[in-house]
């Protein structure tokens, strides 16, 4: 160990390759505290560059792997990095803090110390092996004199040291004076020029200490500060960490009605978005709401869940936004056909507001409905985030809707968003605390993320590149090391929470997992409506957090001015995007009911290979006694592409118009659909949009717009998740806990008219509103998709419905037949099975079902002029006996199960 400065240090190492190099002139201009080096060890260079260039990542993997396998300890990315960050500089406090963020484990401390020191012992030949690629590097840019490449490096080296050595303990005054004009530009308007602001007076004194600290906490306090002053000059300042609220019987009989009980809601919702600090959560509870003979509780998931995402016309960054592009997507789904070059351009030039006169537009966007379209998007909608939809199982039984009493409600639903409001403030490092930083791009939407360009940065890369962080991730990576118990997420609640269908569960857990998952320490909840808010309060205080009880009259008191709120939004433009009342049907114009429906109904199994909007407008009214399907999901399988949400969301509500038609009095569409992660592509098409959509709701939303009943929502719970992968990457703290989604949504649609039931109710298995059983397993060893379909649903599924919602001789349709699960599982129970598959293979593979379990079926494509008619004995198809029996063997034992529970 020696002390010397940062430069001689490089010198040194320079020198003993036979370097003569002067590093001064690149060196220039970066500025160092003091000159009270550090005791470095000789090579520190060498642990600096080979930490860049990750040598000790096999390290770190066998480290894992061990862990693992002798302690069944599971280490997530961040206590790699920081078992790494040990390896590199062998600092015994970097093993400590390693250990620490580990937590709590089967294994003490001292264990997994002597087996990461074992493993280092034994695996470290390879430490050091990037030196000679650097030093090449370093040469080959001297030999050239590229003088911008061997800055890189150098300077690299350098920040590095420094952070190390010279600046290892600062002062916030230093601090504020390296970046002085910066925060005068961002903190002083022109308006308050000539006696500056009092945001930066404010920063100004704060800063004026001479107290000497690690560098690491003079930045933090510096951060934390500034953070105080930007949250004060957006109003962000005193508002609320989490909003917590309560939705269950009494606030909805304490209304009038219906309306007033969503008008209310919506603006409760609405009212949150203004309390609620950016990048944080809103939690809503949704108890069993009984309207009557109808139970609210999905319709609320669905009415809220979709306000909430879409209820702020919103102007976003044209760097990022482009308007043109999402509405020409729009509006060729709606006519049908591409637009033309010119009408592209006259677009592009609307959103850039390079083009506002009106008389300038002609032919497709001339007209009234495309205008509508055009001024939709140039402020789209936007709000929360949906996050997830957990359904917490209760020991209990609830009312359900009166016509399906029989089938068992024991779970309630736990609602979460975040709030992620666009804000372009620039913010300073979390490394270093410079605004030396630039931001052109974004992890999510309304999230945008900085790169650090300041030269004494300590996490500049080897190339000389800066530190990427957001505000987001900011707060969040702060408690990584923060052990105190507070801030800490035990295992045991992860553990129970670590699904989003929760079976066992108490309130004590309920209550625990809000206010930890989602706060801090020391922050002020809001929690609304809470009916055991003592209980709550009591949960917080013990985990050291505030918070404030209020009702839904004090937070948000019902007026005038929110009077039909709710009908206004489904009234407004979001949803002209994609069901309009009168959605006509693409293509050529169609002759009805030319559909052979006598010929089908002699046999068992009929698979129609065409377009099921096509097909159902030709059916007679009032022919389907039920349907079921999992329609194609959005943009989720190589079959099902579209422009982006909206237009799969129009195509859907077609088909459901069309439904509604079909269906006889009383008979039930059961929809099994699941909540995907995907890009809406409403706002942008880049990765920042990927995020979760919560496709039931818009289900749900748009049966309701088509005339259909919701009954209730019969939850898919496929069990334990197939993959074991780490949903918190291994770190215990707020923000950093997700679900594994572990359901999906079968709802109970009914068409107006008393509900249609199977008159031998002996025979139903459909006796709870969950309904645990696995999916299929589609793909075998080698990756192979052993099925002959990518996503193929159970037979228990179609048999739920068939069971109990339909009766011997039935027609039962399937609009997305797929291989023909539907219609196999209705031909098995007596009843006819119809499905459209417009994929010729999908057909092929439905036919090759029926005839291997020996059903007699037609198979009925369209002729060229427009009839439907019968393929005599087509081809088999193209599976494998190896994919028919697995599907076959699946089939067989859903299908005996369904007919004899007690099997």
């Known amino acids: 160990m020696t002390k010397r400065s940062s430069l001689d240090i490089i010198n040194s190492f320079l020198a003993t390759r036979g370097c003569r190099l002067d590093p001064r002139p690149y060196l220039d201009n970066i500025p160092t505290f003091s000159r009270d080096y550090a005791d470095l060890p000789g090579d520190i260079v060498e642990k600096i560059i080979r930490d860049s260039y990750d040598d000790a990542n096999p390290i770190v993997k066998r480290i894992s792997e061990e862990l693992a396998d002798r302690l069944n300890v599971f280490i997530g990315r961040i206590h790699k990095n920081q078992i790494k960050k040990y390896i590199d500089y062998e600092r015994q406090e970097d093993l400590h803090a390693f250990v620490q963020l580990i937590g709590e484990c089967d294994a003490d401390a001292e264990t997994i110390k002597n087996v990461c020191n074992e493993i280092i012992r034994s695996n470290s030949s390879g ?189 976003f960054n044209r760097t990022y936004y482009r308007g043109e592009e999402i509405c020409a997507d729009v509006i060729e789904h709606r006519i049908g056909a591409k637009l033309s070059p010119d009408d592209l351009e006259r677009l592009k030039g609307f959103y850039s507001e390079d083009l506002r006169d009106a008389n300038a537009f002609s032919g497709t966007l001339a007209s009234p409905e495309i205008r509508e379209i055009m001024e939709f998007y140039k402020e789209p909608l936007a709000g929360y985030a949906f996050i997830d939809c957990y359904v917490l199982q209760q020991d209990r039984a609830f009312p359900n809707s009166l016509e399906i009493k029989f089938i068992e409600n024991k779970n309630e639903l736990l609602l979460v968003f975040y709030k992620n409001a666009v804000d372009e403030r620039k913010i300073p490092c979390p490394v270093c605390g410079s605004l030396k930083i630039s931001g052109n791009s974004y992890t999510e939407i309304g999230e945008k993320s900085w790169e650090c360009k300041n030269p004494l940065c300590a996490e500049r890369s080897k190339t000389n590149r800066g530190k990427r962080y957001s505000m987001r991730t900011i707060f969040m990576q702060d408690s990584l090391f923060d052990f105190r118990p507070e801030t800490t997420v035990p295992k045991s609640l992860i553990k129970v929470w670590r699904k989003d269908l929760v079976e066992h569960w108490t309130n004590e857990q309920l209550f625990a997992m809000i206010i930890k998952y989602y706060t801090y320490p020391g922050e002020t909840i809001l929690a609304i409506n809470l009916p055991d808010a003592g209980h709550f309060r009591s949960v917080a205080y013990r985990e050291k957090r505030q918070v404030e009880s209020i009702s839904f009259a004090e937070f948000a008191p019902a007026d005038a001015r929110n009077k039909g709120t709710w009908t206004r939004f489904l009234d407004g433009p979001l949803f002209e995007q994609f069901a309009r009342g009168d959605p006509r049907p693409r293509g050529p114009t169609i002759t009805p009911r030319n559909f052979p429906l006598r010929a089908v109904r002699k046999v068992p199994i009929c698979v129609v290979q065409d377009d099921c909007t096509s097909v159902m407008q030709q059916l007679e009214d009032k022919a389907i006694h039920a349907m079921i399907t999992s329609p194609p999901y959005y943009n989720a399988r190589e079959y099902s592409q579209w422009a982006n949400l909206y237009t799969y969301l129009a195509d859907m509500y077609r088909m459901i118009v069309l439904a509604k038609e079909k269906l006889v009095p009383g008979g039930v569409f059961f929809f099994n659909v699941g909540d995907i992660y995907d890009n809406e592509k409403t706002i942008v098409k880049s990765t920042m949009g990927n995020k979760r959509i919560p496709l039931g709701a818009y289900v749900v939303l748009l049966f309701q717009r088509a005339g259909f009943v919701l009954l209730d929502n019969v939850v898919w719970y ?186």
């Open 127 to 315: 430490l050091g092996r990037s030196i000679p690629v650097f030093w090449s590097k370093l040469e080959e840019s001297i030999f050239n004199e590229n003088k911008d490449r061997i800055k890189d490096y150098l300077v690299f080296l350098y920040s590095r040291l420094l952070a190390l050595n010279e600046n290892h303990k600062i002062t916030l005054h230093f601090l504020f004076e390296q970046e002085r004009d910066l925060i005068r530009k961002e903190l002083v308007t022109a308006r308050d020029e000539k006696e500056l602001s009092d945001d930066f007076r404010d920063l100004e004194r704060f800063c004026d200490s001479t107290t000497v600290d690690d560098h690491a906490s003079v930045v933090t306090s510096f951060n934390k500060r500034y953070q105080e002053i930007l949250e004060r000059g957006d109003g962000t300042h005193g508002k609320k960490s989490l909003v917590f609220v309560d939705v269950n019987q009494a606030f909805f009989d304490s209304k009038g009605s219906k309306e007033e009980f969503f008008d209310h809601l919506f603006h409760c919702t609405a009212e949150s978005f203004g309390v609620l600090r950016n990048h944080r959560v809103l939690v809503i509870k949704v108890g069993n709401v009984m309207d009557g003979g109808l139970n609210l509780k999905w319709e609320i998931y669905a009415q809220i869940t979709i306000f909430a995402e879409k209820m702020r016309p919103t102007r």
């Open 718 to 903: 496929k069990g334990e998740p197939q993959s074991n992968r780490q949903k918190n990457d291994g770190n215990f703290v707020p923000f950093y806990q997700r679900p594994t989604n572990c359901y999906e949504h079968m709802f109970i649609f009914k068409a107006p008219g008393s509900i249609r039931l199977a008159m031998d109710r002996s025979k139903n298995t459909l006796h709870a509103n969950v309904q645990k059983f696995s999916p299929v397993i589609k793909i075998g060893r080698g990756g192979i998709n052993k099925y002959g379909h990518t996503a193929p649903f159970p037979p228990e599924l179609p048999m739920l419905a068939i069971s109990c919602f339909t009766n011997p001789g039935d027609l039962v349709f399937d609009p997305y037949s797929g291989s023909g699960t539907t219609a196999i599982a209705a031909a098995t129970c007596d009843r006819c099975g119809i499905g459209t598959e417009m994929n010729r293979d999908y057909a092929r593979l439905s036919v090759g079902m029926a005839r291997e379990r020996g059903l007699p079926f037609l198979l009925l494509k369209r002729s060229g002029g427009g009839d439907f008619v019968k393929e005599v004995n087509p081809p088999p198809d193209s599976s494998t006996p190896a994919q028919k029996q697995a599907t076959l063997d699946s089939f067989g034992e859903g299908a005996a199960g369904a007919r004899n529970p007690r099997r």
